[in-house]
């Protein structure tokens, strides 16, 4: 019997500004209707918890955006990451967490692996005392002042910085609760 794995689906700019509305109830069901079991949401701005016995990351990620876009008539860039790779993301974080408040410290999650080349052209100095750090197919972002007000987050969201990646960002509670969420099957 193939071993079950409990993964996170992190969905990028669904129910923002009254866009892109996809109802956390109907993605449950589509979810469940692909296979897939335990599903769960977390809040309404794209998160879901479920466990599977096929797949990878990456052919879950496609099967979920293909199966959104014939249900809902829009195209949605999905980022799949299992337990342990949330665990080691939210362990590894170079800034103290327990000190900040959540909305001070997000993790963007990339599609794909990205080096430093990529954020060559940011002088670091200028955005001080916000700051960014690289992690495994992420970045950590320090915005003392939130992510709404953050000028080094505007810059890191530029799609030259971006080109040929999925990027999604989540603040450090919801960083912390899909870690919860993933740790055990329901």
Request: proline share 6%; aromatic share 8%; hydrophobic share 40%.
């Amino acid at each position: 019997m193939p071993m079950t794995t409990t993964y996170a689906a992190l969905l990028r700019g669904i129910n923002v500004g009254g866009k892109k509305k996809l109802p956390m109830a109907e993605l449950r069901q589509l979810m469940d209707g692909l296979g897939h079991g335990d599903v769960r949401t977390h809040l309404q701005s794209g998160q879901a918890i479920f466990t599977t016995a096929h797949g990878d990351e990456e052919s879950l990620a496609a099967e979920l955006t293909q199966a959104i876009e014939k249900q809902f008539g829009f195209p949605v860039d999905v980022i799949v990451r299992d337990h342990a790779y949330l665990a080691a993301i939210a362990a590894a974080c170079p800034f103290p967490a327990a000190d900040l408040e959540p909305k001070q410290l997000h993790v963007t999650y990339f599609s794909t692996p990205v080096d430093a080349d990529r954020f060559a052209e940011i002088d670091r100095d200028t955005y001080l005392p916000e700051a960014f750090r690289l992690g495994d197919r992420a970045l950590y972002l320090y915005a003392p002042d939130g992510l709404g007000r953050s000028k080094l987050a505007e810059h890191l969201a530029k799609p030259r910085i971006n080109k040929g990646l999925i990027a999604t960002t989540r603040n450090w509670n919801t960083v912390s609760k899909l870690v919860d969420l993933t740790a055990t099957p329901v």
